[in-house]
């Protein structure tokens, strides 16, 4: 006979936030927790079920076949808590309730201000939990129960989810005027590959262009990285590098003295984004009222 296991919420957070970061790192600062705390937690998990949980390799971690089962169960318990939080919200005004929304970089930066704002002061009981991540893991923790609402292209693997159109993300190339690239209006982006770059310090876009650098066969050579668009538009404007931003950030910093902006030509450079929630089961009411706000406009409007 299997001895009992004796696990509370937050282990159960933590495991899904490991299985589908693929990392033990990665899962500990999703949940708030210093990486000796989260591999204890795991290692007691995996000690009261009498049971390993998860395979430990060189890149990561995967759930073994008893780590599955664990992870499909969590799931189903999360999203029952999130939906027993909605139905109390419902009847008890006085209580708070947190609505889990991940993004990309682009909705977080550029297009959910606008539309977020005005929500969030008509819902004063209302929390949000936002988080930037890129489109896969995005799609992951939504069908996860790891959060009610993601924001992410839909180029991504998106089955299990109901998709809303949210908006169209064209990523464009700045830099000084006197710039080479800017003798064209749209260039490729092997057209840039191997020049010097200002770029984010982190983030789910930068990680996607890097990405498709690596693709390419590069590195991308980063002579700067800041902390937000407007840096980088700052920067390629002085001319210490080409930066690669969305055309919502890039229109609104023109009014940076000598910015110049170029079309990329790329496939991926034109990402369209959606609204994304579980297929199987409805949001809990603060969740859903949320989607039908950001769902409202037409995606040609978003960010302008």
Request: aromatic residues 4%; neutral net charge.
């Given at each position: 006979m299997l001895?009992?296991?004796?696990?509370?919420?937050?282990?159960?957070?933590?495991?899904?936030?490991?299985?589908d970061a693929g990392?033990?790192?990665?899962?500990?600062?999703?949940?708030?927790?210093?990486?000796?705390?989260?591999?204890?937690?795991?290692?007691?998990?995996?000690?009261?079920?009498?049971?390993?949980?998860?395979?430990?390799?060189?890149r990561g971690v995967t759930p073994t076949r008893a780590g599955?089962?664990?992870?499909?169960?969590?799931?189903?318990?999360?999203?029952q808590l999130g939906q027993m939080r909605g139905e109390l919200a419902e009847h008890a005004a006085s209580v708070r309730t947190t609505v889990r929304l991940h993004a990309n970089t682009a909705a977080v930066a550029e297009l959910l201000p606008p539309r977020l704002a005005p929500w969030m002061a008509a819902h004063p009981r209302?929390?949000?939990?936002?988080?930037?991540?890129?489109?896969?893991e995005i799609a992951r923790a939504v069908r996860a129960g790891l959060a009610e609402i993601g924001i992410l292209s839909d180029a991504v693997d998106t089955s299990g989810l109901t998709l809303r159109p949210f908006a169209v993300d064209r990523l464009v190339v700045v830099a000084a005027p006197d710039d080479p690239c800017t003798a064209e209006k749209a260039?490729?982006?092997?057209?840039?590959?191997?020049?010097?770059?200002?770029?984010?310090?982190?983030?789910?876009?930068?990680?996607h262009i890097e990405l498709q650098a690596a693709k390419a066969g590069y590195r991308l050579r980063m002579r700067l990285r800041v902390a937000n668009f407007e840096g980088i538009c700052r920067m390629a404007a002085?001319?210490?590098?080409?930066?690669?931003?969305?055309?919502?950030?890039?229109?609104?910093?023109?009014?940076?003295?000598?910015?110049?902006?170029v079309r990329l030509t790329d496939d991926w450079a034109v990402r369209r984004l959606a609204i994304c929630t579980l297929s199987q089961e409805e949001p809990a009411a603060p969740a859903l009222d949320l989607?039908?706000?950001?769902?409202?406009?037409?995606p040609s409007s978003r960010g302008r």
């Open positions: 001895p009992p296991m004796r696990f509370d919420l937050i282990d159960l957070k933590l495991f899904l936030a490991v299985v990392s033990i790192t990665r899962g500990a600062v999703d949940c708030g927790l210093s990486l000796s705390a989260a591999s204890e937690r795991l290692r007691d998990l995996e000690a009261d079920g009498g049971v390993a949980l998860l395979e430990r390799g060189r599955e089962a664990l992870a499909h169960h969590a799931r189903l318990i999360h999203r209302v929390d949000v939990e936002l988080k930037e991540r890129q489109s896969n260039l490729s982006f092997s057209r840039i590959i191997d020049r010097h770059f200002v770029g984010l310090a982190s983030g789910a876009l930068q990680d002085a001319g210490v590098g080409v930066g690669i931003v969305p055309e919502t950030a890039a229109r609104r910093h023109r009014g940076t003295p000598k910015l110049a902006i989607v039908e706000h950001l769902a409202a406009f037409p």
